[in-house]
């Protein structure tokens, strides 16, 4: 069974992704947190096949937590969603690890 971890601090975001995945996937176990730091304890206590996290969060950053991620998990596959332009961000967030 996949297991994919989502983080984002707007619950009806994690709701929403949560929906077309279970959709798609009817197997799939999906654990959510809403912020960062969450985040990064949660990858450490446990296994995922997949992050899906936002870019923008209180406390700890989806940024910072890719970061962090990609140290403990270096092979962990994170897909990071953001509201912002690519030019903003999409390259940064692909230089720290970031699979999309």
Do not use: C, N, W
Not at 29 to 46: A, C, F
């Amino acid at each position: 069974m996949k297991r994919i971890i989502i983080a984002d601090d707007h619950s009806f975001i994690r709701l929403g992704i949560i929906q077309i995945l279970k959709d798609e996937y009817p197997t799939v176990e999906i654990t959510e947190v809403g912020d960062g730091e969450s985040l990064i304890k949660t990858v450490i206590q446990q296994d995922f096949d997949l992050v899906i996290t936002d870019l923008e969060m209180p406390g700890r950053s989806g940024l910072d937590a890719l970061v962090q991620i990609k140290l403990i998990k270096p092979s962990l596959p994170v897909l990071v969603l953001s509201i912002y332009t690519e030019e903003l961000y999409a390259v940064r967030v692909l230089k720290a690890g970031a699979s999309g």
